[in-house]
């Protein structure tokens, strides 16, 4: 009977990874990183190639797959392991159904910082909600959660659709959270719609100049920034 292809994955992954690890790279990621997480120190082209040869033969995931492997990536101590998962959720976007946005969810919430939210908001929350429309109703719900990382992920999920960007909901999230005081929160507003501005900059203009005193300096800054 051939293995589960999680656990084979898994088992090469770990000892592709044990092996390359740089413990002095490790102390400077750290560093970089504002020592959130522990990390082998495998640098971003090395970590691509070695994904590469923990894939090679393996059959195309399941649903089932992707959230074993995703979340037995996210147990594991060293960042490099989450990257892996962001990666892999991002090649395979297409397979999983709606139902796969709460195991997203938990990785959105769980070991949180920037660097797994952002793709996690941009291609995989974005790529589920483009395939499965009616998880904007979802989106509307985290876009007023009180976890902020969920928030931003609300805020970023529509950052690559250009022309298909459903405006009310981009807008709308931004001027909702316009007041909110972390920087993450306005970061992501301006980030989104600075983004957005290369669809439609007159629509940016518009909604900047018409919440100027509700936006945060930071928000505006970076929303206009090309206009």
Same mark, same amino acid.
């Given at each position: 009977?051939?293995?589960?292809?999680?656990?084979?994955?898994?088992?090469?992954? +770990?000892?592709?990874?044990?092996?390359?690890?740089?413990?002095?790279?490790?102390?400077?990621?750290?560093?970089?990183?504002?020592?959130?997480?522990?990390?082998?120190? /495998?640098?971003?082209?090395?970590?691509?190639?070695?994904?590469?040869?923990?894939?090679?033969?393996?059959?195309?995931?399941?649903?089932?797959?992707?959230?074993?492997?995703?979340?037995?990536?996210?147990?594991?101590?060293?960042?490099?392991?989450?990257?892996?998962?962001?990666?892999?959720?991002?090649?395979?976007?297409?397979?999983?159904?709606?139902?796969?946005?709460?195991?997203?969810?938990?990785?959105?919430?769980?070991?949180?910082?920037?660097?797994?939210?952002?793709?996690?908001?941009?291609?995989?929350?974005?790529?589920?909600?483009?395939?499965?429309?009616?998880?904007?109703?979802?989106?509307?719900?985290?876009?007023?959660?009180?976890?902020?990382?969920?928030?931003?992920?609300?805020?970023?999920?529509?950052?690559?659709?250009?022309?298909? +960007?459903?405006?009310?909901?981009?807008?709308?999230?931004?001027?909702?959270?316009?007041?909110?005081?972390?920087?993450? /929160?306005?970061?992501? /507003?301006?980030?989104?719609?600075?983004?957005?501005?290369?669809?439609?900059?007159?629509?940016?203009?518009?909604?900047?100049?018409?919440?100027?005193?509700?936006?945060?300096?930071?928000? /505006?800054?970076?929303?206009?920034?090309?206009?």
């Amino acid at each position: 009977m051939p293995r589960p292809l999680a656990d084979e994955l898994m088992e090469r992954l +770990t000892r592709l990874l044990g092996a390359a690890r740089d413990p002095e790279r490790a102390v400077q990621a750290e560093a970089y990183m504002r020592d959130q997480f522990p990390f082998l120190g /495998i640098p971003a082209p090395a970590q691509r190639a070695l994904a590469r040869t923990v894939l090679a033969g393996l059959p195309k995931p399941t649903e089932e797959d992707l959230r074993a492997v995703a979340l037995a990536c996210w147990s594991r101590g060293e960042r490099e392991y989450q990257y892996f998962a962001c990666d892999w959720l991002r090649t395979h976007v297409a397979v999983p159904g709606p139902g796969f946005l709460d195991t997203v969810a938990t990785l959105v919430t769980t070991k949180s910082w920037w660097d797994t939210v952002d793709p996690l908001a941009t291609r995989v929350v974005g790529g589920l909600v483009r395939r499965h429309p009616q998880l904007g109703a979802e989106m509307d719900a985290w876009s007023a959660e009180e976890d902020m990382w969920l928030v931003r992920t609300a805020i970023l999920h529509q950052l690559h659709y250009g022309t298909e +960007t459903d405006t009310d909901r981009l807008f709308g999230y931004c001027t909702r959270q316009a007041g909110h005081k972390d920087f993450f /929160i306005r970061k992501a /507003i301006g980030w989104s719609l600075r983004h957005y501005a290369r669809t439609d900059p007159e629509a940016v203009a518009r909604v900047v100049s018409d919440n100027r005193d509700r936006l945060s300096p930071l928000s /505006i800054r970076e929303a206009l920034k090309h206009l």
